[in-house]
């Protein structure tokens, strides 16, 4: 249970660096380039799925933001699966499970009330 309570906090907290990463400026919005940048690094490849991309739910205007965008990645992982698969490697290999939880732990709380002071 706390493996699956550590996995969760990391995803979102990664996902929130994530974006925070694609957005130098802070707007709070990825408009779909930022998306198939981040996705050809992620997947060192050329070019994107077209089909994943076309999934991600985009607002009229081609961005989509912050809050959205945590959501629906970390329901559907496959836009960052390698970066998972890669990160969870990292956890088992350095520190363990509990290390990372309890920094997970910290994060969130620490980060969460630095973003509710910001908005």
């Given amino acids: 249970m706390q493996e699956i309570l550590t996995n969760l906090l990391y995803l979102i907290s990664y ?3 994530l ?3 694609m957005d130098p400026g802070n707007t709070k919005l990825l408009e779909r380039p930022d998306v198939e940048t981040m996705y050809r690094a992620i997947y060192d490849c050329d070019d994107p799925d077209e089909f994943q991309i076309n999934l ?3 607002n009229s205007d081609g961005s989509i933001a912050k809050d959205v965008f ?3 990645v970390s ?3 496959h836009l ?3 970066a998972i ?3 969870s490697s990292l956890t088992r290999k350095l520190g363990g499970v509990l290390l990372w ?3 997970c732990v910290f994060r969130s709380k620490t980060y969460d009330k630095l973003e509710e002071e910001v908005t």
Avoid: A, G, S, W
Wanted: include cysteine.
């Fill in 75 to 77: 329901r559907k992982t």
């Fill in 80 to 82: 960052i699966q390698p």
């Fill in 70 to 72: 945590v959501d629906y």
């Fill in 15 to 17: 996902l929130r660096c």
């Fill in 56 to 58: 991600i739910p985009f």
């Fill in 101 to 103: 939880h309890n920094l």
């Fill in 19 to 21: 974006f925070e990463f």
């Fill in 85 to 87: 698969d890669y990160q």
